[in-house]
């Protein structure tokens, strides 16, 4: 298994490697971890190697882990790679984030002419792009296993995959995350901001505000007619440009910015609603965890996991994400009908988990050792 950073104890993609590695662990496959940067020399009996590469700069870490991490996996006898990371010459790729080629397409929507120029310029992009589409076409490609099928989609076209390559493959609930919930917590932490019981409360969760349409919902917070609370949760390091455009709307007394939190659970149980109106979003693992504790979601047509709402809530789905009007609209719609909505979500999101991901990961990882690549 190939991943440019392991750390088991991160987040996001980290989890999701973890996950898998256990999967694949206990159905009785010989792991190794191979990592460009790594915290660890082995991790629950599976050897971890820390790969002979400069790190210094972005660029050469890039291409020295997306050159080589498949070849020292194979001279240490692996007979199957599954990369988690761009690299070249693999047997199966395991494709979480999208393709960084279709990420600095979207990035032009929100960033600023000067920061997308500088993109273009960017060693550092330039290294991501040309190894991953070596990866995606290279004729010892067995499989790509997307992480939704709006990912699938842009792959395919992207890089003229056969879609006998590509499976898609979701996630399953982080259910830890989930444990645990304080009794008390919906009216305690209401209390603590100052936000009364029967207000309606939003969150939204993830670093990144730009690119997960943080700035297109506060548009249209004073457009909504629900007179909501807004519970920001996340890092971005231009927070304080957030919080000014806040106050410009007149919405400064109605959006909490909580920072990087961990009692997810308990934050879920104060809310009434999940908003993630991204512009560019392989998935959104938020989404899943939303429904699971029964709360509605508020979601775009660019986020992958509006492809697994139940068919009620589809209505919630903005079509275009830079549209603040649409998303008031949708908003007040979702806020609505709230309390009926988030009765669905449990069942929905039940399907979701580790298990299932884990069964089929091992029927996939079974199929492709036993096929040829071209």
Same mark, same amino acid.
């Given at each position: 298994?190939l *991943?440019?950073?392991?750390?088991?104890?991160?987040g996001?993609?980290?989890?999701?490697? @973890?996950?898998a @590695?256990?999967?694949?662990? /206990?159905?009785?496959?010989?792991?190794?971890?191979?990592?460009? =940067?790594?915290?660890? /020399?082995?991790?629950?009996?599976?050897?971890?190697?820390?790969?002979p +590469?400069?790190?210094?700069?972005?660029?050469?870490?890039?291409?020295?882990?997306?050159?080589?991490?498949?070849?020292?996996a194979?001279?240490?006898?692996?007979?199957?790679?599954?990369?988690?990371?761009?690299?070249?010459?693999?047997?199966?790729?395991?494709?979480?984030?999208?393709?960084?080629?279709?990420?600095?397409?979207?990035a032009?929507?929100?960033?600023?002419?000067?920061?997308?120029?500088a993109?273009?310029?960017?060693?550092?992009?330039?290294?991501?792009?040309?190894?991953?589409?070596?990866?995606?076409?290279s004729?010892?490609?067995?499989? *790509?296993?997307?992480?939704?099928?709006?990912?699938?989609?842009?792959?395919?076209?992207?890089?003229?995959?056969?879609?006998?390559?590509?499976?898609?493959?979701?996630?399953? +609930?982080?259910?830890?995350?989930?444990?645990?919930?304080?009794?008390?917590?919906?009216?305690?932490?209401?209390?603590?901001? #100052? +936000?009364?019981s029967?207000?309606?409360?939003?969150? !939204?969760?993830?670093? #990144?505000?730009?690119?997960?349409?943080?700035?297109?919902?506060?548009?249209?917070?004073p457009?909504?007619?629900?007179? #909501?609370?807004?519970m &920001?949760?996340?890092?971005?390091?231009?927070?304080?440009?957030?919080? =000014?455009?806040a106050?410009r709307?007149g +919405?400064g007394? =109605?959006?909490?910015?909580?920072?990087?939190?961990?009692?997810?659970?308990?934050?879920?149980?104060?809310a009434?609603?999940?908003?993630?109106?991204?512009?560019?979003?392989? !998935?959104?693992? *938020?989404?899943?965890?939303?429904?699971?504790?029964g709360?509605?979601v508020?979601?775009?047509a660019?986020?992958?996991?509006?492809? &697994?709402?139940?068919?009620?809530?589809?209505?919630f789905? *903005?079509?275009?994400?830079?549209?603040?009007?649409?998303? @008031?609209?949708?908003?007040?719609?979702?806020?609505?009908?709230?309390?009926?909505?988030?009765?669905?979500?449990?069942?929905?999101?039940? /399907?979701f988990?580790?298990?299932?991901?884990g069964? =089929?990961?091992?029927?996939?990882?079974? /199929?492709?050792?036993?096929?040829?690549p071209?």
């Amino acid at each position: 298994m190939l *991943v440019r950073r392991f750390d088991p104890a991160g987040g996001g993609t980290e989890r999701d490697f @973890a996950a898998a @590695a256990r999967c694949l662990a /206990q159905g009785g496959h010989e792991v190794r971890i191979y990592a460009a =940067r790594t915290r660890a /020399q082995s991790w629950h009996g599976m050897p971890v190697r820390a790969l002979p +590469i400069a790190l210094f700069p972005r660029s050469l870490e890039v291409i020295g882990f997306g050159l080589l991490a498949s070849r020292f996996a194979r001279r240490d006898g692996a007979e199957l790679t599954l990369s988690f990371g761009r690299t070249t010459d693999t047997d199966l790729i395991r494709c979480e984030g999208g393709a960084h080629a279709a990420f600095l397409e979207a990035a032009r929507q929100w960033e600023s002419a000067a920061a997308s120029a500088a993109r273009a310029i960017s060693p550092y992009h330039a290294a991501q792009c040309r190894i991953e589409a070596r990866g995606f076409t290279s004729r010892r490609l067995r499989m *790509v296993l997307a992480i939704s099928r709006l990912v699938a989609h842009d792959l395919q076209k992207r890089f003229a995959l056969a879609p006998a390559r590509l499976e898609t493959l979701y996630n399953g +609930i982080d259910r830890e995350r989930l444990k645990n919930v304080n009794p008390r917590a919906r009216e305690d932490i209401r209390r603590c901001f #100052g +936000i009364g019981s029967s207000s309606p409360v939003v969150l !939204f969760i993830g670093n #990144g505000f730009a690119r997960k349409g943080l700035g297109k919902l506060l548009e249209a917070w004073p457009m909504s007619a629900k007179n #909501g609370h807004l519970m &920001v949760v996340g890092e971005d390091r231009a927070l304080e440009q957030y919080q =000014r455009m806040a106050q410009r709307l007149g +919405i400064g007394d =109605r959006v909490r910015f909580l920072g990087r939190r961990s009692e997810v659970a308990d934050l879920l149980a104060a809310a009434d609603a999940v908003a993630l109106p991204s512009l560019f979003e392989a !998935f959104g693992n *938020v989404v899943l965890e939303a429904m699971a504790a029964g709360l509605p979601v508020l979601t775009s047509a660019r986020c992958g996991a509006a492809e &697994v709402l139940p068919a009620q809530w589809r209505e919630f789905v *903005v079509q275009d994400p830079m549209n603040p009007s649409e998303i @008031a609209r949708r908003l007040d719609s979702m806020l609505g009908a709230s309390r009926e909505a988030g009765l669905i979500g449990p069942a929905a999101a039940a /399907q979701f988990t580790w298990e299932r991901y884990g069964n =089929r990961l091992l029927e996939l990882v079974g /199929q492709s050792a036993s096929s040829n690549p071209d």
